[in-house]
């Protein structure tokens, strides 16, 4: 019933909220009667404030087209790889006519983003993508809001999301080889449980995994929301925060906790800062403060949009995560798609190198929350483990803003260039064999498995070796004339340079 009373409220206010649009433009106009009043401007400001007060917020785009590296323009192009019931897989193409900047992005790590289904859409991360494309193949998960999906798709559950990141990670690496991951805040859980059950199965795991404040250990520095989620029982979240889905939207009666409810608890958690936020707004606009009145929008426009999460994988999280731990006490199951359970055991990840981020102020993930994934993946050796803490960084600040850019994204970068290697040529249709069957496959090489291919690369991190690598490469290619993958892959050094717009197709 409170889904439907809110969207009835919603309903009525949306008439007045365009009307003090409409007021707004005309106070702020000078040729109208009405904005050579004398006080105009604060009217003006004051329906503007309004406006953004009752609006409904939709789902923002990232609006990435272009990115400038080392003065080189590169055309972004967005596209959808994997289409699933409850995300999408979306792709950040890049295109380039300088044949350097082509070669250069061919050679980049391919990363996924795994972004977090825990209220805001994945374009709250747009700034992490945008620093990413950088120097990386960027891949990230674009979750749907769940009362969007119809009740015919089925239920959506924590155990789906991690063979949702399962299934991503193999995409990816059927195009490169392997990929790096990077998960933000709320994934970090699902995917070490991802990368856990791959390992644990003999499949070839990311080279790397970047971790950054999530919840691996919620016991640890609790904050407000851990001493939300550990207090309250089970069936106190399912009777007071899940309501079903009215019936004007796709997904008419599906359980869900709907967006608005998770925004009043992003609020409630610091109401002074909101309310001296919009005043400085307010006051930006009488002032004529026009750069920061755009900041103050563009923030708000991301924050204030928000989507509904299916009812089964939000309960599902509180208890795994909040009041179980079952990761860190070893007694996660995940069903697969086939509905076996399978244990999640990070000790058996093995060649994938792990980087935890924690911002020294972050509120929502406290301190040594997600650093404590290092004490769980005793199977990844020290050399390959790294913790960074970025100082005065909060929750956002770890991925959004100028500390990300300057203080995070450099560590983030080498982290993953220190970690990466070109896969064997013979092992690039691997995972997709491997996808299939579920089950580790040996190498072409008798007596090498899939777990000493992925080790044997780690071992050149020197520069010279570094350097050396991709022409032994090129000599093992040249061997293999029967693997059609690389036929493709090499078919592109010896074409023209006129044709490089057409070959970035091929892996920028």
């Not at 967005?78 to 995300?87: G, M």
């Not at 007694?331 to 058996?348: H, I, L, M």
């Amino acid at each position: 019933m409170l889904y439907q009373l809110y969207e009835t409220q919603r309903s009525l206010m949306e008439p007045f909220s365009d009307l003090a649009a409409a007021a707004a433009k005309v106070y702020a106009n000078p040729q109208v009667p009405a904005g050579q009043n004398p006080f105009s401007q604060r009217i003006s400001a004051a329906f503007d404030l309004m406006h953004r007060l009752g609006k409904d917020y939709e789902k923002p785009e990232f609006g990435l087209r272009t990115i400038n590296v080392d003065g080189v323009d590169i055309a972004i192009h967005e596209r959808i790889e994997t289409e699933k019931p409850f995300c999408q897989l979306r792709r950040f193409k890049r295109f380039s006519d300088d044949p350097k900047m082509l070669e250069r992005m061919k050679n980049q790590p391919a990363v996924l983003i795994v972004a977090p289904l825990s209220g805001h859409y994945a374009t709250l991360l747009r700034d992490t993508v945008k620093s990413m494309l950088r120097d990386h193949k960027v891949y990230i998960t674009d979750w749907k809001n769940a009362r969007l999906v119809p009740m015919a798709e089925g239920e959506f559950h924590l155990d789906d999301y991690v063979n949702y990141v399962q299934e991503f990670i193999r995409h990816v690496q059927g195009k490169y080889g392997n990929c790096h991951v990077m998960s933000v805040c709320q994934p970090t859980v699902p995917v070490l449980a991802a990368v856990s059950l791959m390992a644990s199965r003999g499949e070839t795991t990311p080279l790397s995994m970047v971790m950054m404040g999530g919840p691996i250990d919620a016991r640890k520095s609790p904050t407000a929301v851990n001493n939300l989620a550990m207090t309250k029982s089970h069936s106190w979240f399912e009777n007071n925060v899940i309501y079903r889905v009215p019936s004007k939207f796709p997904g008419a009666g599906r359980r869900v906790y709907p967006g608005f409810l998770q925004h009043t608890g992003f609020v409630a958690m610091n109401p002074d800062h909101h309310a001296k936020s919009h005043y400085d707004y307010f006051k930006d606009l009488i002032k004529g403060d026009g750069a920061s009145a755009e900041a103050h929008r563009k923030f708000y426009d991301e924050y204030n949009a928000v989507l509904d999460m299916d009812a089964d994988y939000y309960l599902e999280t509180i208890r795994v995560v909040f009041q179980d731990f079952a990761l860190v006490n070893g007694t996660w199951d995940v069903r697969n798609p086939q509905g076996k359970a399978e244990r999640v055991r990070p000790q058996d990840i093995r060649t994938t190198a792990l980087l935890s981020v924690e911002g020294e102020l972050d509120d929502i993930s406290g301190s040594g929350q997600t650093q404590a994934v290092h004490s769980i993946c005793t199977g990844v050796p020290k050399t390959m483990q790294r913790h960074y803490e970025c100082k005065g960084a909060g929750h956002y600040g770890i991925f959004s803003g100028s500390r990300w850019r300057d203080m995070v994204y450099p560590q983030v970068k080498a982290f993953i260039l220190a970690h990466h290697h070109d896969t064997h040529p013979e092992t690039v249709a691997q995972p997709a064999l491997k996808a299939a069957s579920r089950v580790a496959k040996p190498d072409a090489a008798p007596g090498r498995t899939s777990k000493t291919k992925a080790l044997a690369p780690a071992k050149a991190t020197g520069p010279a070796k570094k350097a050396a690598k991709p022409k032994a490469q090129t000599a093992v290619a040249k061997r293999a004339t029967t693997a059609k993958p690389q036929a493709r892959k090499a078919a592109p050094t010896k074409r023209p340079a006129s044709n490089a717009v057409t070959e970035s197709s091929q892996g920028a």
